[in-house]
C-alpha cells in the first residue's frame, strides 16, 4: 500500500489528474503486469528471517524454507477465513474483481435444509482447496527465492501424540530434488504405528546458562591442567619452523584478546541508511555500531503505533491519497478505541498547523550524503514568508536533544534538494502535539557538516 501511495503521490506532484493517473495504472496493468512491488533489502552480513510475501522480489544465494509439515505449509483451516459465509469480514465473491475465478455461491436449486446444508458444506470446501492452492503458490515463491542453495525441512513429530506428514510442497520439492541429483539428508520413511512421540518419551532437559564447549569441556580441562604444570620457557624466533609457528599463533591470539578488550569498533556504514540511523551515529557511534554489527529486531511498542495512527490520520485532514476512509477500516480491522490518541488528534486540531495548508504531506525523499543514501519521510512542509518551514511531528510530551536536530537538518537539506532551492530559505521544527510546543530549531548542521558525519563512521 505504501509502495502504491508513493507512486500516486509522485503522479500528482507531476501535475497528472485522477482520471490519467487511473489510465497509467490501467496501463502499467495490462503491459507491465502492474506495478512492481519494492523488493527487500539483500544483505550479505546477517541471516535475514522474512515472510515468505515480504521477500517477494528478492534473491539470495542460500534459502532455507522451514516447517513443510501438512497442516502447516500449507496450512489447514477448519473454517476458511475467505469464506464471506461464515467470516462477516469478508465480501461476497461476486463483489470482487477477481469473483469470476472464485467458487460460485447459489441456493436457487436448493428445496429442502438438507439439500442447503450440503451446498454450504461442499461451498467450504471449495474456499478451502482455493485458499491451499494460494499457499502452493506462496510456496512456490518460496523456493525461487534461492539462487543457488536451497533447504527444505519438516520433522515427523511436533507437539501432539500423533506423526505429522510432510506437507504437499514438500513432497513436490523431494521429487524434483531427486530427480535432479540433489541432497536428501534424512530418511523420509514415516513412523511405524505405535511409536510414541521422542519429545513425551524423553523431554529435552538442558542445563542454563550452557557451556559454551559442551561434551569438549572434560578435554578442554584436561589441556588447561597440563599447560598449567609445565614450565615456561622462552622461544627463539628464527631458531625453526615450529618455533615460528608458535610465535605467530601466540602472536594472533593476544592480538585478538585485544582486539576484543578495545573499546574501539571498526564497522562498514551501510550504503543505504534512514534519518534516524544518522541520529544514532551523532548521539552515540559505538552503540550505533554495535547495532550494525549484529542487528536486533525491536518489537513496535503501543507508543509507535499510536504515533503511526497519529500521522495517518494528520495525512488525511488534508485530503492525502488514501484507500480507505477511517468509517471503512472498522468493518475490515476493527481496533480497540484509543483514548491518547483521540487527544492527539484534539490537540493538533487546535495548534496553528491545522488551520494553515500544507505545501506537501508525507514526502518520501532519498538523498546521497558522501556517498550514503539517506532515505526518510517528511511529515509536513510549510510556506513561508522568506521560504518554506519543515516540520516533524512528535507524538511524545518529552522535548528532544542536540542529536535529534540532525532528523530536522536532514529533512530541510533534502527539501532543498527537492525544489532546487538554497537550503537557507528552509527552517524546520518538532512540534510536540500533547503539549503543543512547537521547537524551532537554529544553526542546524549544513550538508558539510552532514557530511563530516557520516565520514566519521566510514
Not at 522474512?50 to 542460500?62: N, P, Q, R, S
Not at 477448519?78 to 465480501?91: A, C, G, S, V
Not at 580441562?221 to 615456561?232: E, N, R
Request: glycine residues 6%.
Amino acid at each position: 500500500l505504501e509502495r502504491f501511495l508513493d507512486e500516486a503521490s509522485k503522479f500528482s506532484r507531476s501535475g497528472g489528474s485522477i482520471s490519467a493517473f487511473i489510465e497509467w495504472l490501467d496501463v502499467t496493468s495490462k503491459k507491465e503486469g502492474g506495478l512492481k512491488s519494492g523488493a527487500p533489502e539483500v544483505r550479505s552480513d546477517v541471516v535475514q528471517l522474512l515472510t515468505v510475501h515480504t521477500a517477494k522480489g528478492a534473491e539470495w544465494d542460500f534459502v532455507a524454507v522451514p516447517g513443510l509439515a501438512e497442516g502447516t505449509f500449507p496450512s489447514t483451516y477448519t473454517n476458511d477465513p475467505d469464506n464471506w459465509i461464515t467470516n462477516e469480514k469478508q465480501i461476497p465473491f461476486v463483489l470482487r474483481g477477481d469473483g469470476d475465478e472464485l467458487p460460485v455461491f447459489s441456493l436457487a436449486q436448493c428445496t429442502k435444509d438438507s439439500e442447503a446444508s450440503k451446498v454450504i458444506k461442499e461451498y467450504a470446501k471449495s474456499c478451502s482447496a482455493i485458499k491451499k492452492q494460494e499457499e502452493i503458490r506462496l510456496g512456490y515463491v518460496a523456493v525461487t527465492r534461492a539462487r543457488t542453495h536451497l533447504l527444505c525441512t519438516t520433522s515427523w513429530w511436533r507437539e501432539g501424540a500423533k506423526s505429522v506428514d510432510p506437507s504437499e510442497l514438500f513432497a513436490h520439492v523431494a521429487h524434483v530434488a531427486e530427480n535432479r541429483g540433489a541432497v536428501l539428508l534424512s530418511e523420509t520413511s514415516a513412523p511405524e504405528d505405535g511409536v510414541r512421540n521422542p519429545i513425551e518419551v524423553n523431554p529435552e532437559t538442558g542445563y542454563w546458562p550452557r557451556d559454551p564447549l559442551g561434551n569438549r569441556r572434560e578435554a578442554f580441562d584436561a589441556g588447561v591442567a597440563l599447560v598449567q604444570k609445565s614450565q615456561a620457557h622462552g622461544l627463539t624466533l628464527g631458531a625453526d619452523d615450529l618455533s615460528n609457528s608458535w610465535i605467530a599463533d601466540a602472536q594472533a591470539l593476544i592480538a585478538e584478546v585485544k582486539n576484543r578488550a578495545s573499546s574501539t569498533i571498526e564497522v562498514a556504514l551501510p550504503s543505504r541508511i534512514s534519518t534516524s540511523t544518522l541520529v544514532a551515529l551523532h548521539e552515540d557511534p559505538v552503540a550505533l555500531a554495535l547495532a550494525i554489527r549484529r542487528p536486533i529486531p525491536r518489537s513496535q511498542d503501543p507508543y509507535s503505533r499510536r504515533g503511526t495512527q497519529f500521522h495517518a490520520w494528520v495525512e488525511k485532514q488534508f485530503g492525502a491519497m488514501t484507500l480507505f476512509d477511517d468509517s471503512y477500516l472498522d468493518y475490515f480491522d476493527p481496533i480497540e478505541e484509543d483514548g491518547k490518541l483521540e487527544d492527539l488528534k484534539k490537540a493538533w486540531l487546535a495548534s496553528e498547523y491545522a488551520q494553515r495548508k500544507p505545501t506537501a504531506i508525507e514526502v518520501p525523499f532519498e538523498s546521497v550524503i558522501a556517498g550514503v543514501l539517506v532515505r526518510g519521510r517528511i511529515d509536513a512542509v510549510y510556506e513561508t514568508s522568506d521560504g518554506f518551514e519543515v516540520v516533524d511531528w512528535k507524538t511524545g510530551s518529552k522535548q528532544l536533544g542536540e542529536s535529534a536536530a540532525i532528523q530536522l537538518a536532514m529533512y530541510r537539506l533534502a527539501w532543498a534538494r527537492l525544489k532546487s532551492i538554497d537550503v537557507t530559505k528552509v527552517s524546520a521544527a518538532f512540534h510536540y502535539v500533547p503539549t503543543s510546543i512547537t521547537d524551532k530549531r537554529a544553526d542546524l548542521l549544513d550538508e558539510a557538516s552532514l557530511v563530516a558525519l557520516i565520514q566519521s563512521l566510514q
